[in-house]
């Protein structure tokens, strides 16, 4: 092959077009493929070539992508463009290939972000050795630079030829040749004598030089050689070249990554232009018109609709794109064609993908078809096998219980390939239906909250993540007058309203907030630095503004406080980006509901609320306003909660006022039962107040939370995450529930006991329950965690430690193979330590039986269920029950059976038919009532306590099971006395 001469293109045979003169085919042409040791250097470009079919233009870009190299994470970056750039098409777009025609399509990049190359703030991050790398690795990054390449020497890019920008084309030509000679393993003076430098050089600039004389084209050449040959000696790799090419050129084309589409406004013949961009999102300005006017960040779209345009009533080409924000704002365009207008919706589309949620549509028509499945959960599915071993999919491990293999990865993750991963709880996709609730969000007492989804809306098909508020049916009036209201406020501070749902249940559906309520947020962040004094600020002058934006509409919020506000944007103090909240929904008014559940709202309700309910008034959103901030510099902690509703209400009325925080000065006042005094200063709250020379409220009822309760905080009923039952008996319910303070799904996995029905007599025994279990603490009694309230302090729940293994009489079923005697004989020994310890309190167990053992371990057991448990008089030994009730007669000691007399003698005998069970491995077939029934005979089935005393009397006892060691049968027999003196 001849050398090239000095105007000869580098890439002249295809500078008119890329069409093929192949039949029947669909090409795709590549600018840069992935390195074939059998390929000469130079010869990167080339097509990829479909036959006869049909192909959607994401799985075209799939191959492409294997043939370029591009890994998945980066695939999105990439579209399909027409032969002349002119249009894009949508991932869903299907390609017919047939005799008629053949067609060529463009693999290119088509999203772009500021820093992209890692010099900036921007970074994609690695698994590997948990390090930054830059957003787009090597392989896009010769793309990119191929692309770019092209587009800049074709001239596809607007450069002014002014001898400044002459000058920076130059230099980089001088880049691209050293580039050359570097990949050609070439020195630059060989390159430079057979390729001419103005095939590096746009094409305008070229037709610019070739007019000027022999002379002065003579004295650039030359100019360009001694440029060339003093960067010759350079060392750096042929990357770098690339980068610094790219860099030079996104300097020389400052909008180089923009897209900008020629429309006009419906109804108007005035022609405007829109532009998008990844660093800008989306503004618009009137064509010739160096202004523009910022529309919205891609994270602040809403919907996106596209709908045929009409004239005087008849249907035309055009196409209308209508852009929903969040604040509901819209922005109108005409297309010219359906295909413009699907090229346009596609690249928002598909920046939003990229910039708020990978598996988020707006159009199911132009979206890319694998985010219509939604992510791919099951590879991360935890399996179990036929042994009863948990494992993970690919990982060889195995796991004799859920909770180790939770604990084990839950701490240390998962190390796969070099790569350390965390494992977090999810849950796969729902079917479309219904609302699904994702989760609870606990924002509201009298309305219950949660995070869901919304399809077959207003918003065509789009999955929407939101919040569904499902009230009690008794205060839906309230809770609708509230949504009525909240859908005709619009204020960036205020959530955003989508719609409301009336069926079985009200439900109210909003805007997804991301970072949750903002009490949670402080507690889990206030020691990581993130929350600073002036971050705390920003946040109350946002709130101040939200209320004032009510007040100036006279609307009461009535229920202001931390949890009711929403963390949007978290902020960056070393950037200065401030943080960003909302003031969420009110919820059911305060005026319709109880006094018990306004008393749980102590201290961010009103005094003259508590007093009379229907006053509810502007002012009593400056109380709560207050209170509020009084929440945000504690932490999110509010001590006076955690006191009893009846020390709340009476420290409120007891405690002398302070500064009035809500307006930040004031005079001291007391809060009594007459109303807020309005603009002139309301009551400040009894229990907060500014300490002389801070600025930080002070609590000052912390001695008093300390002498009212010995425990920790009660956990709020909206921190219990329900999981699954456990258990269900003729009273109440086992439920398994995450106390989840922080909302991160990291919290303790908690036990919840609850009554079935509230009766007095049901509640008074659950509450004696709940005191004797308070008391207790040993390393072999299950422990307590706490109590929490739901509907207004009136459904009781306990809240205990989970033990994951279950009962012991289940367990000992289950692993009769592995459980020796000296397991067993260990069990024994903890349970006698257990009771041991309950005798020093004078405690009665009552129910002690295999069932009511829970197992921690394989090692160790706790004794459990105190709800037949009694406190022995300190003048007795023994304690009789009066009052009726079911009990397992079978467990009982004759004098239980036949007088109701309960102590520590009648827990021994108890204890002997636990050891049988043990010994016997909860046998169903062995078990105690079914031995005893067996010795009654068929006949007598009736009056059976009557015929179990008498088989007592008569000294029938169990009998020793098989294997049992001769001297836990001799203990065994010794505690099966007639008398009570008889049990050791």
Known sequence: MAPLGEDTPLIGERSCSLSSTETGTLQVYLYHQAPNPRSPPGTAAGFLTFTFGEYTAEELCVRAAKACGVLPVCHPLFALATEDLSCWFPPNHLFTVDEACSQVVVYRIRFFFPNWCGLGQSHRFQLLNDRASPVLDYPVIDYLFAQSRSDFIRGRMEVALNLPTQEECLSLAVLDMLRIAKEKRQSPDEVFSHVSYKSCIPEPLRCQIQQHSFLTRKRIRRRFSKSLQKIGGCQTDGRYLKLKYLLDLERLQRRWAEESFHVRSPGSAAAIAIHVAGESGVSWSCVGSESRQHFCDFPDIADISIKQASREGSPVENRVVTLTKTDNRVLEVEFPTLREARSFVALIDGYYRLTADAHHYFCKELSPPQT???????????????????????????????????????????????????????????????????????????????????????????????????????????????????????????????????????????????????????????????????????????????????????????????????????????????????????????????????????????????????????????????????????????????????????DRSSHPGISLLARGSGDPGHAGKGTSPGADGHPPHPEMGVS????????????????????????????????????????????????????????????????????????????????????????????????????????????????????????????????????????????????????????????????????????????????????????????????PGQSPVFWYAPESLADNIFSRASDVWSFGVLLYELFTYSNKSKSPSEEFLRMMGTEKTTQIICHLLELLKDNRRLPAPSGCPVEVRAGVSGGWGVCPGGHP
């Not at 390939?417 to 609870?440: N, Y």
């Not at 009665?844 to 105190?866: P, Q, W």
């Open 372 to 650: 219509h499945s939604g992510p791919d959960y099951k590879r991360c599915l935890i399996r179990r096998d036929e042994d009863g071993n948990f494992w993970l999919s690919g990982v060889a491990r195995r796991f004799c219980s859920l909770r180790e293999l939770l604990g084990t990865y839950g701490r240390r993750g998962l190390q796969a390939e070099g790569a350390r991963m965390h494992l977090a709880a999810c849950c796969p996709p729902l079917p479309k239906g219904d609302a699904a609730a994702a989760g609870d969000g606990g924002w509201g007492r009298a309305a219950h909250t949660c995070g869901g989804t919304m399809s077959e809306s207003r918003l065509r098909d789009v999955t929407e993540p939101g919040y569904v508020i499902v009230p009690d049916s008794s205060r839906s009036q309230s809770f609708l007058e509230a949504a009525s209201i909240m859908s005709q406020l619009s204020h960036k501070h205020l959530v955003l309203l989508h719609g409301v749902s009336l069926g079985k249940d009200s439900i109210m559906v909003q805007e997804y907030v991301r970072y949750g309520p903002l009490d949670l947020y402080l507690k889990k962040n206030q020691g990581e630095g993130k929350v600073t004094t002036s971050w705390k600020l920003q946040v109350a002058k946002q709130l101040a503004y939200a209320l004032n934006y009510l007040e100036d509409k006279k609307i009461t919020h009535g229920n202001v406080s931390a949890k009711k506000v929403l963390l949007t944007r978290e902020g960056d103090a070393a950037s200065g980006s401030p943080p960003f909240i909302k003031l969420n929904d009110p919820g059911v008014s305060v005026s319709v509901l109880a006094k018990e559940m306004l008393v749980e709202r102590i201290p961010w309700v009103a005094p003259e609320c508590l007093s009379d309910p229907k006053s509810l008034a502007l002012p009593a959103d400056k109380w709560s306003f207050g209170a509020t901030l009084w929440e945000i510099f504690s932490g999110g902690n509010m001590p006076v909660s955690l006191l009893e509703p009846q020390k709340n209400t009476m």
């Open 692 to 883: 002389q020379g801070s600025g930080a409220p002070q609590p000052r009822c912390a001695a008093a939370v300390a002498a009212g309760s010995s425990n920790n905080q009660p956990p709020p009923e909206r921190h219990l995450k329900y999981i699954s039952l456990l258990g269900k008996g003729n009273f109440g319910s086992v439920e398994l529930c995450r106390y989840d303070p922080l909302g991160d799904s990291t919290g303790e996995l908690v036990a919840v006991k609850k009554l079935q029905q509230d009766s007095a007599k049901e509640l008074r025994d659950f509450e004696r329950e709940i005191h004797i279990l308070h008391s207790l603490q040993h390393d072999f009694i299950v422990q307590y965690r706490g109590v929490c309230y739901s509907r207004g302090r009136r459904g009781l729940r306990l809240v205990m430690e989970y033990l994951p293994n279950g009962c012991l009489r289940d367990y000992l079923q289950k692993n009769q193979p592995r459980l020796d005697h000296r397991t067993l004989l260990l069990y024994a020994w903890q349970i006698c330590k257990g009771m041991e310890y309950l005798g020093s309190q004078r405690c009665v167990h009552r129910d002690l039986a295999s069932r009511n053992i829970l197992v921690e371990s394989e090692t160790h057991v706790k004794i459990g269920d105190f709800g037949l448990a009694k406190l022995l008089p300190q003048d007795k030994d023994y304690y009789v029950v009066r009052e």
